[in-house]
Protein backbone atom coordinates (compact mmCIF):
# COMPACT_ATOMS: atom_id res chain seq x y z
CA UNK A 1 0.00 0.00 0.00
CA UNK A 2 1.14 3.66 -0.57
CA UNK A 3 0.05 6.95 -0.18
CA UNK A 4 0.80 9.66 -2.61
CA UNK A 5 1.51 12.97 -2.96
CA UNK A 6 -2.02 13.98 -3.85
CA UNK A 7 -3.49 12.50 -0.77
CA UNK A 8 -5.08 9.41 -2.64
CA UNK A 9 -3.77 5.42 -1.68
CA UNK A 10 -2.69 2.62 -3.81
CA UNK A 11 -3.19 -1.06 -2.67
CA UNK A 12 -2.18 -4.03 -4.09
CA UNK A 13 -1.18 -7.59 -3.10
CA UNK A 14 -3.37 -10.42 -1.06
CA UNK A 15 -7.11 -9.07 -0.93
CA UNK A 16 -8.75 -11.85 -0.23
CA UNK A 17 -10.99 -9.91 2.65
CA UNK A 18 -10.89 -6.63 0.11
CA UNK A 19 -7.86 -4.98 2.28
CA UNK A 20 -5.91 -4.49 -0.95
CA UNK A 21 -9.46 -2.58 -2.89
CA UNK A 22 -9.41 1.22 -1.88
CA UNK A 23 -12.86 2.79 -1.60
CA UNK A 24 -13.20 4.31 -5.11
CA UNK A 25 -12.78 8.19 -4.49
CA UNK A 26 -11.11 8.27 -1.35
CA UNK A 27 -8.81 11.45 -1.40
CA UNK A 28 -7.72 13.49 1.38
CA UNK A 29 -5.25 10.88 3.20
CA UNK A 30 -3.04 12.17 5.56
CA UNK A 31 -1.96 8.27 7.26
CA UNK A 32 -2.40 5.17 5.77
CA UNK A 33 -1.88 1.90 8.30
CA UNK A 34 -2.27 -2.12 7.36
CA UNK A 35 -3.26 -5.46 9.23
CA UNK A 36 -3.02 -8.37 7.36
CA UNK A 37 -7.03 -8.94 6.44
CA UNK A 38 -7.90 -4.79 6.57
CA UNK A 39 -6.17 -1.28 5.76
CA UNK A 40 -7.19 1.68 7.45
CA UNK A 41 -6.77 5.44 6.35
CA UNK A 42 -6.93 8.74 8.37
CA UNK A 43 -8.57 12.12 6.27
CA UNK A 44 -7.22 15.05 6.46
CA UNK A 45 -10.49 16.61 8.07
CA UNK A 46 -10.04 13.78 11.45
CA UNK A 47 -12.13 10.75 10.53
CA UNK A 48 -10.98 7.55 9.71
CA UNK A 49 -11.75 5.26 6.73
CA UNK A 50 -11.25 1.23 7.33
CA UNK A 51 -12.19 -1.41 4.73
CA UNK A 52 -11.41 -5.21 4.43
CA UNK A 53 -12.26 -7.78 7.07
CA UNK A 54 -15.57 -6.53 9.07
CA UNK A 55 -16.15 -10.27 10.38
CA UNK A 56 -14.39 -9.81 13.88
CA UNK A 57 -15.11 -5.35 13.50
CA UNK A 58 -11.73 -4.54 12.21
CA UNK A 59 -12.87 -2.63 9.55
CA UNK A 60 -15.92 -1.31 11.52
CA UNK A 61 -15.07 2.26 12.68
CA UNK A 62 -16.79 3.00 15.78
CA UNK A 63 -19.73 5.65 14.91
CA UNK A 64 -18.97 9.65 15.57
CA UNK A 65 -15.07 8.77 15.77
CA UNK A 66 -13.22 12.27 15.03
CA UNK A 67 -10.62 14.51 15.54
CA UNK A 68 -8.21 11.26 15.29
CA UNK A 69 -4.51 12.61 14.77
CA UNK A 70 -2.86 9.20 14.41
CA UNK A 71 -3.81 5.50 13.22
CA UNK A 72 -2.19 2.42 13.97
CA UNK A 73 -3.46 -1.43 12.43
CA UNK A 74 -2.04 -4.95 13.60
CA UNK A 75 -3.61 -8.33 12.92
CA UNK A 76 -6.23 -7.85 15.26
CA UNK A 77 -6.74 -4.84 15.79
CA UNK A 78 -7.17 -1.47 14.77
CA UNK A 79 -6.63 1.82 16.64
CA UNK A 80 -7.15 5.84 16.60
CA UNK A 81 -5.18 8.50 18.62
CA UNK A 82 -7.49 11.09 19.14
CA UNK A 83 -6.10 15.02 20.01
CA UNK A 84 -6.86 14.89 23.27
CA UNK A 85 -4.29 11.49 23.92
CA UNK A 86 -7.38 9.19 24.31
CA UNK A 87 -6.52 5.94 22.44
CA UNK A 88 -9.64 4.21 20.99
CA UNK A 89 -9.04 0.73 19.76
CA UNK A 90 -11.20 -1.91 18.33
CA UNK A 91 -11.27 -5.31 16.55
CA UNK A 92 -11.03 -8.82 16.72
CA UNK A 93 -11.17 -9.16 20.75
CA UNK A 94 -12.51 -12.64 20.76
CA UNK A 95 -8.99 -13.66 20.18
CA UNK A 96 -7.61 -11.60 23.07
CA UNK A 97 -11.07 -11.39 24.46
CA UNK A 98 -11.69 -8.53 27.49
CA UNK A 99 -13.70 -9.83 30.59
CA UNK A 100 -14.55 -6.94 32.44
CA UNK A 101 -14.40 -3.03 32.64
CA UNK A 102 -12.69 -1.36 33.40
CA UNK A 103 -9.03 -2.57 33.25
CA UNK A 104 -5.88 -1.69 34.32
CA UNK A 105 -2.90 -0.65 31.85
CA UNK A 106 0.19 -3.00 33.70
CA UNK A 107 2.67 -1.85 31.30
CA UNK A 108 2.57 1.45 29.59
CA UNK A 109 4.80 4.07 28.81
CA UNK A 110 1.21 6.06 29.50
CA UNK A 111 -0.34 5.94 32.68
CA UNK A 112 -3.98 5.39 32.68
CA UNK A 113 -7.03 3.51 32.49
CA UNK A 114 -9.25 1.37 29.49
CA UNK A 115 -12.30 0.62 29.37
CA UNK A 116 -14.51 -1.53 26.63
CA UNK A 117 -17.85 -1.79 25.03
CA UNK A 118 -18.36 -5.19 24.31
CA UNK A 119 -21.29 -4.30 22.02
CA UNK A 120 -18.94 -2.08 20.01
CA UNK A 121 -16.04 -4.04 20.50
CA UNK A 122 -14.36 -0.89 21.38
CA UNK A 123 -11.89 0.23 24.04
CA UNK A 124 -11.15 3.65 24.88
CA UNK A 125 -8.10 4.43 26.71
CA UNK A 126 -7.77 7.73 28.57
CA UNK A 127 -4.20 8.07 29.63
CA UNK A 128 -3.31 10.17 33.00
CA UNK A 129 -0.60 12.37 31.50
CA UNK A 130 -0.06 13.95 27.68
CA UNK A 131 0.46 12.11 24.90
CA UNK A 132 3.88 13.47 23.13
CA UNK A 133 5.32 12.78 19.73
CA UNK A 134 6.66 9.60 19.69
CA UNK A 135 6.12 5.51 20.25
CA UNK A 136 4.15 3.83 23.18
CA UNK A 137 3.32 0.45 23.54
CA UNK A 138 0.14 -0.17 25.69
CA UNK A 139 -0.56 -4.15 27.98
CA UNK A 140 -3.57 -4.96 29.41
CA UNK A 141 -4.34 -8.15 30.93
CA UNK A 142 -7.58 -9.92 31.95
CA UNK A 143 -6.08 -11.62 35.29
CA UNK A 144 -6.11 -10.21 38.38
CA UNK A 145 -2.02 -9.47 39.68
CA UNK A 146 -0.74 -11.88 41.81
CA UNK A 147 1.19 -11.31 44.91
CA UNK A 148 4.62 -11.37 42.93
CA UNK A 149 3.09 -9.01 40.41
CA UNK A 150 2.76 -11.42 37.82
CA UNK A 151 -0.59 -10.86 35.64
CA UNK A 152 -1.42 -14.74 34.65
CA UNK A 153 -4.81 -13.69 32.45
CA UNK A 154 -4.14 -13.37 28.85
CA UNK A 155 -2.09 -10.07 27.74
CA UNK A 156 -3.24 -7.77 24.80
CA UNK A 157 -0.38 -6.04 23.73
CA UNK A 158 -0.95 -2.26 21.50
CA UNK A 159 1.67 -0.79 19.98
CA UNK A 160 1.23 2.60 19.01
CA UNK A 161 2.93 5.73 17.51
CA UNK A 162 1.90 9.33 18.20
CA UNK A 163 3.12 11.66 15.15
CA UNK A 164 3.18 15.43 14.53
CA UNK A 165 0.68 15.15 11.49
CA UNK A 166 0.83 17.49 8.71
CA UNK A 167 1.70 20.90 9.45
CA UNK A 168 -1.27 23.46 10.41
CA UNK A 169 -0.63 26.75 8.22
CA UNK A 170 -3.03 29.52 8.93
CA UNK A 171 -5.99 30.22 6.04
CA UNK A 172 -5.49 26.26 4.90
CA UNK A 173 -8.42 25.31 6.18
CA UNK A 174 -8.85 21.87 4.32
CA UNK A 175 -5.62 20.97 5.58
CA UNK A 176 -3.71 20.21 1.68
CA UNK A 177 -0.52 22.69 2.97
CA UNK A 178 -1.90 25.28 0.09
CA UNK A 179 -3.79 28.48 0.81
CA UNK A 180 -5.80 29.26 -2.39
CA UNK A 181 -9.41 30.43 -2.65
CA UNK A 182 -11.01 27.22 -2.01
CA UNK A 183 -9.89 28.04 1.92
CA UNK A 184 -11.71 31.16 1.35
CA UNK A 185 -14.15 29.73 0.31
CA UNK A 186 -14.82 27.31 2.51
CA UNK A 187 -14.23 29.62 5.23
CA UNK A 188 -17.26 31.08 4.11
CA UNK A 189 -19.51 28.47 3.84
CA UNK A 190 -18.47 27.85 7.69
CA UNK A 191 -19.35 31.57 8.31
CA UNK A 192 -22.96 31.29 7.21
CA UNK A 193 -23.57 27.55 8.55
CA UNK A 194 -23.33 25.41 5.10
CA UNK A 195 -20.31 23.81 6.25
CA UNK A 196 -19.90 21.51 9.58
CA UNK A 197 -16.53 20.39 10.03
CA UNK A 198 -15.78 17.03 12.17
CA UNK A 199 -12.94 19.16 14.06
CA UNK A 200 -14.11 22.20 14.31
CA UNK A 201 -11.38 22.95 16.80
CA UNK A 202 -8.39 22.58 14.52
CA UNK A 203 -10.97 24.53 11.87
CA UNK A 204 -10.98 27.12 13.87
CA UNK A 205 -7.24 27.25 14.89
CA UNK A 206 -6.32 27.62 11.22
CA UNK A 207 -9.08 29.85 9.86
CA UNK A 208 -9.10 32.38 12.54
CA UNK A 209 -6.19 34.93 10.61
CA UNK A 210 -8.06 38.34 10.97
CA UNK A 211 -7.37 40.34 12.04
CA UNK A 212 -3.96 40.91 10.91
CA UNK A 213 -0.95 42.44 12.93
CA UNK A 214 1.96 43.75 11.02
CA UNK A 215 0.60 42.30 8.34
CA UNK A 216 0.27 38.89 10.05
CA UNK A 217 -2.20 36.23 10.95
CA UNK A 218 -3.04 37.19 14.52
CA UNK A 219 -6.71 36.16 15.27
CA UNK A 220 -9.27 37.20 17.79
CA UNK A 221 -11.29 33.64 18.33
CA UNK A 222 -13.24 34.47 15.79
CA UNK A 223 -14.05 33.00 12.76
CA UNK A 224 -16.83 35.38 10.59
CA UNK A 225 -16.66 36.91 7.22
CA UNK A 226 -13.30 38.65 7.90
CA UNK A 227 -10.96 35.53 8.04
CA UNK A 228 -12.86 34.38 4.91
CA UNK A 229 -11.92 37.88 3.44
CA UNK A 230 -8.54 37.78 4.47
CA UNK A 231 -7.89 34.26 3.24
CA UNK A 232 -9.10 35.49 -0.35
CA UNK A 233 -6.67 38.14 -0.26
CA UNK A 234 -3.97 36.00 0.84
CA UNK A 235 -5.25 33.99 -1.88
CA UNK A 236 -4.94 35.65 -4.47
CA UNK A 237 -1.58 37.65 -3.75
CA UNK A 238 -2.45 41.07 -1.19
CA UNK A 239 -1.23 39.93 1.63
CA UNK A 240 1.58 37.86 1.59
CA UNK A 241 1.87 36.91 5.50
CA1 LIG B 1 -5.89 24.59 1.62
CA1 LIG C 1 -11.02 36.16 13.29
Do not use: C
Not at 32 to 57: M, P, Q, R
Not at 62 to 75: E, N, Q, S, T
Not at 123 to 145: C, F, H, I, K, W
Not at 214 to 220: F, T
Request: proline fraction near 7%; glycine fraction near 12%; avoid cysteine.
Amino acid sequence: MALKNDGTVVAWGADGSGQSTVPSGLTGITAIAAGSSHTVALKNDGTVVAWGETYSGLATVPAGLHGVKAIDAGDTYTMAVIKDGTLVAWGAWGIYPFFSSPLPIYESAVPGTVSYDPAGRTATSTPTAPLEDGAYQVRVNTGAATPTGDHPGVDTQWKFYVGAGPPLKPGDVNYDTIVNVFDALLTLQYVVGLLHPADEATFKTVGDVAPLENGKPKGDTVVNVFDALAILRHSVGLDPW
